[in-house]
């Protein structure tokens, strides 16, 4: 079982992670125009991937 100062900063960690993964999607979005078909499919499928984990953080 986690103490208290353990899970206040296991927390903040997800959160500067979380960070990171909305700094990389404005840089996507940024790009999106200069890719591929065949690479803005991939993108979507991992762009689906994580609003289905972020949509049961929701819940």
Known sequence: MMTPA?????????KDEMRKLEVLFEET????GHLTEE???SL???AS?????ASKLKS
């Not at 353990?6 to 997800?14: A, G």
């Open 29 to 32: 979005e940024i790009a999106f």
């Open 44 to 46: 979507k499928g991992l």
């Open 39 to 41: 690479e803005k499919r």
């Open 6 to 14: 353990e899970r206040t900063e296991r927390l903040s960690h997800l």
């Open 49 to 53: 991937a994580i609003e289905y984990q």
